[in-house]
């Protein structure tokens, strides 16, 4: 073949590339997970192991999404959920993470669950700037981190501000009480902790006892009746929910009559009625927690419409072992409300730079799923979507109701 042909033949092959990768749609094959019909989203919960009772996030994050992507999808696209188990441990989480954004190629990671698994996430994803949205943890390096992790954002109310709430409540209604905590020994129970202390300032020094446990303890018996040896007439439970619902058995067990502070993350209704059922009301009547989410199974909410909504969603699309009645699952449903607003407001040409943008500049007053009067709204230098909450004590027919207005932490 002369050079001349040569060329020409050069020249048409290059004209048809280039007139291939142009008729291929954006974000069909340049952005990971997403093409013209969907969008690929990974992550992570415990359905096995220790802390299985969150499985139920998961699943309603599913349902919702299953609601969305019968009325359309975002943009035209539909969301695809790859949820995977991890039993609550931290190496398991980043190997199938690994696996989700290396093989799979998600186009983000979606609300994987634990301090612990997603604090080996958090570097891991930052290192190849894939999205970590909506980390379904509390722990305040989630937002406080983002200048370092900017592709990292957590959602539900941090620990620092729940902590510091109790605190407070504390300072004014029983100043001189004398306290014990029981706290899981990791980033999780010790950023309670600690946020808890600088509140009291000054009266940390009524801390008599502090009593920790490991998240593989089979129960937490011998370091809940610690602070009871020491005096304690106040206990502050931080833990998740077995060793929770154990904590309040063994308390009322004992007959021993302290107030009770208890972590949010461990006061679903579900949770409340098993610590009943296995000590009777004596273990949970008192107890004092916080909330940011609508509580479905009180009959408050009976006629608001995302309760309503809630239990459409759930009719239709079932999932296996959900509580209705358990606020875990409104959580799944409320975080998912946010992941597709951020896709939304991502807009048609989705990327992940686009995404994060998204999510960092979050204005959100219309959550069918959170308490009346909580805002899910950030901005580039505050990445703690959630800053509101409201105090609540359990009664003695089996509900939480309100013992404050609306707090929020806000500046």
């Known amino acids: 073949m002369s050079k001349r042909n040569t060329w020409f033949v050069t020249a ?76 609550y441990n931290p190496p398991q989480a980043l190997q199938l993470v690994r696996q989700q954004v290396e093989q799979d190629h998600v186009f983000a990671i979606f609300d994987s669950l634990g301090t612990g698994p997603n604090m080996v996430l958090r570097p891991y994803l930052n290192d190849n700037k894939v ?126 009559k302290p107030q009770v502070y208890l972590t949010s993350v461990s006061a679903s209704q579900a949770f409340m009625h098993a610590a009943t059922g296995a000590g009777t009301s004596a273990a949970t009547e008192g107890v004092i927690s916080a909330n940011y989410l609508k509580d479905a199974s009180d009959p408050t909410f009976a006629n608001d419409k995302g309760i309503m909504l809630y239990n459409s969603i759930l009719a239709k699309y079932p999932q296996a072992g959900v509580n209705p009645i358990d606020a875990n699952c409104v959580y799944g449903m409320g975080v998912a409300f946010t992941m597709v607003d951020t896709l939304k407001m991502a807009g048609k040409s989705l990327t992940r730079d686009g995404v994060m943008h998204a999510a960092n500049n979050l204005n959100e007053l219309d959550n069918p799923f959170v308490y009346p009067g909580v805002k899910v709204t950030t901005t580039p230098t505050d990445r703690f979507p959630i800053r509101e909450e409201v105090l609540i004590k359990y009664t003695a027919t089996g509900a939480w109701k309100p013992i404050s207005a609306l707090i929020t932490n806000r500046y």
């Open 131 to 256: 999205p970590q949205l909506y980390v379904a943890t509390g722990a305040t390096q989630f937002g406080a981190d983002y200048a370092k992790y900017p592709w990292t954002i957590g959602w539900q109310a941090n620990y620092h501000d729940e902590a510091a709430i109790f605190g407070k409540y504390l300072l004014k209604n029983a100043p001189n009480a004398k306290i014990g905590v029981l706290y899981q020994n990791d980033d999780f129970g010790q950023d309670l902790l600690g946020s808890l202390k600088s509140t009291l300032g000054a009266k940390a020094g009524q801390i008599v006892k502090e009593a920790s446990y490991e998240v593989t303890d089979p129960d937490v018996t011998s370091p809940i009746a610690s602070p009871k040896a020491s005096g304690a007439d106040t206990v502050f439970i931080f833990a998740t929910p077995k060793a929770a619902i154990q904590a309040m058995v063994t308390i009322a067990k004992m007959g021993w």
């Open 12 to 87: 048409i092959i290059t004209v048809i590339a280039l007139t291939l990768n142009f008729a291929t749609p954006i974000g069909a094959q340049s952005v990971p997970g997403v093409t013209p019909t969907q969008i690929l989203l990974g992550g992570t919960h415990p359905y096995s192991g220790p802390a299985a009772g969150y499985a139920t996030i998961g699943k309603c994050a599913l349902a919702y999404f299953s609601y969305v992507n019968d009325q359309g999808g975002v943009n035209g696209r539909k969301i695809v959920y790859e949820d995977k188990d991890d039993g």
